[in-house]
Each structure stands twice: as structure tokens, then as C-alpha cells.
């Protein structure tokens, strides 16, 4: 399903020493030499982490919390997630110019259509062998269970685009709400969330029919959403808003909206625990991590993560939390049991999101 597409697209890992030595967490820059890794399928878990400004991803080994490659999928790298066979790594690419919330987009350069797209990374070498094409704007995506279909959302175009693994084609484009980021289908597999940015909604995609069958607001420009794995409840980061919408997800309603403390607060990134207990919601400029008790739907405690954290991930044994730092081009590794930040590795420039490979 995930062959190889097209001969001569593959671009070299580049290697890059940064094993650093455990001490404060602040500034772990020391390095030495290490054996360059050209396959990732087997020895992890490894930590996969795009870089938005520096146009490629960063690869860790979770083992030893060290840097052993760099990655090369294609230009502003932001939403990046594992094949469900775990043999490839999937990146949405993106030739729009970065600009944040309220700014004019006459003063920005023109985008580059030809760097749209969804890049697929062998990982068994490390090499990209494919671009898929994935609409305007690929911001974020999901992928079905049984790895047939991508869905990507379009920032710039308002809508989600379908393709095709096999036939590696587009085979629907469907209109959903303004800025459209978020992308999460419901453990059930029957339907597909994704977050509108510029509407303040979510639209629900029934899987099967590709058609939206319902649509609800939340609060000021959501972006990540974590489904429970029983698949009860759903939570959506509201940036702007400086919130989390709980939902009930067999309903598509509404339960409560959780107000994320401390200053600066703009809630970002989601993470669900393992378990289900609890979820990480990144705070991007407040700097921290806040943790959500999934029984009380509250706030049950923050913790310092790192310089404007926005991607989140949690291992699969739910001991180790990763964020990514965008201003100071790291990634910091936080032992869940006591919230505390490890160690920071120096990643690329602006990291944006994270997966984990098993």
C-alpha cells in the first residue's frame, strides 16, 4: 500500500550529533559523535518532530533522549503522523508563507502551490519517496485505520482534502469551515472531527458517506482535538478563547467549556494519556503544560514545559511526555509522574508537531 511511487524524489538523512549529558533541562548543548541511522522501523521508539521554519524533522531516539537524524519532507513541515503499518512517516508540507492570527495576507509574499502537498518517508531508509498531492495549504491530517485514506485539512482553502493511498490521488474535497487546522477521526471510526480556526466550529465527517452530518461551535479559534479512548468525550483546544470544549462524541453536543489557567494561557496542542485519565493541553505563550482530569473535566494542575510549547505527545506507556518548543527550537522530555522537565534537546528551527513511532 505504502510502495515506493516515484524514483528519484528520495532525499538523504542528513546526520546530526546531539547526544547531550543529564543535567539541568535549560541548555543541554553538548555532543558527541554517534553511528548515523538509516532505518527506523525497528530499535525504537522514535520521536519525530517537524520543524515548521527549518523545512525538515527532527528524529530522536525516546532510548536515550539524543538526536541521531534529520529528516527531509518538503517545505514548512507541520502535521506529521506515523502509517497505521508503522513503516512510513506522513508529513504535510505547505508553500504558504508562515503568518500568525489578524495578519493581511496582501503584505505576505505568494504562496509556492508546487510545495502543497503530503510527503510519505520511508522509514525503513529514512528517504522521502513521495508527494502526494493534498490540496491548498496542508496543515494537519488523520488517517483511516486500515491506512486506505488521508485527510487532510486546508488551511487556505476551507476544506478537507481526500486521497487515496493506493492510487495515491485526490478523490474528494469536501467544504468545511474557515481555517480549518485540526484533524482527528473518533475511535469508532465512523466519523472524522476537524476544527475551524476562523469559524470557531468543529465539523463532523461521517467516514463512510464523506459527507458532514453535523456541525457545533466552541470557543475562539480551536486547533487540536483528543478523543477518550472509549470514545465518550472529545476535547478541543481554543486558542484565542483561552479554553477547552468538552463534547460529548456519541452526541456531537457540548458539555462544558474548562477555562486553562495562567497567564497567557492560549491553549494549543492535545495529548490523551494511554489510560484515558488524564489529557496535556500545551498553552503555547503561557509556557505551560495543563493537565485535565477526564472524570472531573478539570484543570487538575500545570507545569512549566518549555519556551511557547505547541506540539504534544505522550509515549505509549504514558511515562514520558514530549513538547514542542517552537521560539527556542527545542523539545522538551517530561517524566509524567512528576511533571518535570528532564531534559531539553536542541531540535530545528520553530518545532510544530510530534509523533511517536512504537
Known amino acids: 500500500m505504502w510502495r515506493s511511487a516515484i524514483a528519484g524524489v528520495a532525499v538523504a538523512v542528513l546526520a546530526i550529533g546531539c547526544m547531550g549529558e543529564k543535567r539541568k533541562p535549560e541548555a543541554d548543548t553538548s555532543s558527541t559523535e554517534h553511528t548515523v541511522l538509516t532505518s527506523f522501523t525497528s530499535g525504537g521508539p522514535y520521536v519525530f518532530v517537524s520543524n515548521e521554519d527549518g523545512n525538515d524533522v527532527t528524529v530522536i531516539d525516546a532510548k536515550t533522549d539524543s538526536v541521531v537524524a534529520t529528516l527531509d519532507p518538503g517545505q514548512r513541515p507541520r502535521g506529521l503522523r506515523i502509517s497505521p503499518d508503522g513503516k512510513h512517516l506522513i508529513v504535510a508540507v505547505s508553500g504558504s508563507p508562515k503568518a500568525g492570527p489578524g495578519v493581511d495576507e496582501k503584505t505576505l509574499p505568494p504562496a509556492d502551490r508546487t510545495k502543497d502537498g503530503i510527503a510519505i518517508i520511508d522509514l525503513a531508509t529514512g528517504k522521502r519517496e513521495a508527494n502526494l498531492p493534498g490540496g491548498l495549504d496542508p496543515e494537519s491530517f488523520a488517517i483511516s485505520s486500515d491506512g486506505k485514506t488521508i485527510f487532510v485539512s486546508n488551511e487556505d482553502g476551507g476544506t478537507l482534502t481526500l486521497i487515496d493511498v493506493d492510487s495515491r490521488k485526490v478523490i474528494g474535497t469536501v467544504p468545511i469551515g474557515s481555517e480549518p487546522e485540526g484533524v482527528q477521526i473518533h475511535p469508532d471510526n465512523k466519523v472524522l472531527y476537524a476544527t475551524n480556526e476562523g469559524s470557531g466550529t468543529v465539523s463532523v465527517l ?6 458532514i452530518v453535523a456541525t457545533f461551535p466552541t470557543g475562539k479559534r ?12 472529545a476535547y478541543i483546544t481554543n486558542e484565542v478563547g483561552g479554553t477547552v470544549t468538552v463534547v460529548d462524541a456519541k452526541r456531537n453536543k457540548v458539555l462544558k467549556n474548562i477555562k486553562v489557567p495562567g497567564e497567557g494561557a492560549k491553549p494549543m ?4 494519556a494511554p489510560d484515558g485519565s488524564r489529557v496535556y493541553i500545551t498553552t503555547g505563550r503561557g509556557g505551560s503544560v495543563a493537565v485535565i482530569d477526564t472524570k472531573s473535566d478539570s484543570v487538575v494542575t500545570t507545569f512549566p514545559a518549555g519556551k511557547r510549547p505547541w506540539g504534544v505527545a505522550v509515549s505509549a506507556d504514558g511515562k514520558t511526555i514530549y513538547t514542542a518548543n517552537g521560539p527556542s527550537n527545542d523539545i522538551s522530555v517530561i517524566d509524567a509522574s512528576t511533571n518535570q522537565v528532564r531534559k531539553r534537546i536542541p531540535g530545528g528551527k520553530s518545532p510544530w508537531g510530534i509523533a511517536i513511532s512504537k
Open 206 to 211: 461521517d467516514l463512510e458517506t464523506k459527507k
Open 269 to 272: 496542542g492535545t495529548a490523551m
Open 222 to 233: 480551536p486547533r487540536g482535538i483528543a478523543f477518550t479512548p472509549d470514545g465518550k468525550k
